[in-house]
C-alpha cells in the first residue's frame, strides 16, 4: 500500500514537472511573440516619425507655394491695372486732345 502511495506520489511528481515544462515554453513563446511585436512597434514609431517630418517639410513648401502665388497675383493684377490706366490715359488724349 505504501508502495502504491509512493508510485502515486512519483506519478503526480512527473506530471506537475511535466505541467512546469510545458508552461514555461507556453511562458518562452510568449515572451518571443512580444519581443517581436515590440519591434514591430518600435520599427513602425521610426517611421511614423519619418512621415511626421516629411509632413512638417510639406507643409513648409506649401506655405511658401501660397506666399509666392498670392505675391504674383497682386503683381499681375498691379500689372493689369497700370495697363488700364495707360490704356484710358491714351484714349482720353486721343479724343480730347486731337
Known sequence: MSTERLNQS???IKESRRTVLETEELGVSILEDLHQQRETLLHSHKKLHGVDDAIDK???VLSSMLKRMTRTKW???SLIAALVLAIIFILYF???HS
Do not use: A, Q
Request: glycine share 8%; aromatic share 8%; proline share 0%.
Open 58 to 60: 510639406s507643409k513648409k
Open 10 to 12: 512519483s506519478d503526480r
Open 94 to 96: 486721343k479724343l480730347f
Open 75 to 77: 503683381i499681375i493684377g
